[in-house]
């Protein structure tokens, strides 16, 4: 069954820190990678998403992913987070062999020190 | 930008009680599925619905859990006969197509006491 793995549960950065947060799959077949986050009494907000092409995906606030299919990885990163960027983020996956439900991981909490 | 909404967004019900959990998903999107996520756990898959159809549920979707899109913009969960282990948060999504990105509502906390 297909399953997704993040590392981290709670990650605390101070400003301006690079962030990564992991994340591994495990899918037999064609995948589409997405990072969600939520913010603090927010909804899920889609971050970014991977479908084909160029493995190093774009989101907004500029956060990036990168599938490296050799690794079922999709690292989520950021060059330098801020105080805002405090949420919880999650990894899901989904896959036309297994239908379209995203399979989510446990998400990664991360805060910000100001 | 259009948004899913949910209603309400807390519900407390007692044990065996029928509840109904409303979603307005996004207007020109034709994919909706119900998620759930219990406190301290993942956000797990119930089911999904395309085309006045259910086209995939999980093993928690069972006979308790029914789906409808009553209106043509309303998507509603029903669960019969609430029990205790109902209690989480209930995510509705919706997407343009099978393939884009789910867009979530703001989830509705049911609590079965």
């Known amino acids: 069954a297909q399953s997704v793995s993040q590392h981290n549960h709670h990650v605390i950065l101070s400003e301006a820190a690079s962030l990564e947060l992991g994340c591994n799959y495990s899918?037999?077949?064609?995948?589409?990678l997405f990072w969600y986050v939520q913010y603090p009494g927010q909804h899920l907000q889609l971050l970014l998403k991977?479908?084909?092409?160029?493995?190093l995906v774009k989101g907004i606030k500029g956060f990036e992913a990168e599938f490296i299919k050799s690794k079922f990885s999709f690292n989520l990163r950021k060059p330098s987070v801020q105080w805002s960027d405090t949420a919880e983020y999650f990894c899901?996956?989904?896959?036309?062999?297994?239908?379209?439900?995203?399979?989510f991981g446990a998400g990664t909490i991360l805060r910000v020190k100001s | 930008e259009p948004e899913v909404t949910q209603t309400p967004s807390h519900q407390v019900t007692q044990m065996g009680q029928e509840v109904i959990l409303r979603c307005v998903p996004i207007?020109?999107?034709?994919?909706f599925y119900w998620y759930r996520q219990i406190l301290g756990q993942k956000v797990e898959f119930l089911v999904s619905?395309?085309?006045?159809?259910?086209?995939?549920k999980s093993e928690i979707f069972d006979d308790q859990f029914s789906v409808e899109r009553p209106d043509g913009s309303n998507f509603t969960l029903k669960i019969r006969s609430t029990k205790l282990e109902d209690s989480a948060m209930y995510f509705c999504?919706?997407?343009?197509?099978?393939?884009?990105?789910?867009?979530f509502g703001p989830g509705t906390r049911l609590t079965v006491l």
């Open positions: 999504a919706s997407s343009k197509l099978e393939t884009l990105g789910q867009f």
């Open positions: 899901a996956v989904n896959g036309k062999e297994y239908g379209n439900k995203l399979v």
């Open positions: 619905f395309y085309n006045n159809e259910i086209s995939e």
């Open positions: 899918y037999g077949g064609t995948v589409n």
């Open positions: 207007s020109n999107h034709l994919y």
């Open positions: 991977y479908f084909s092409g160029d493995p």
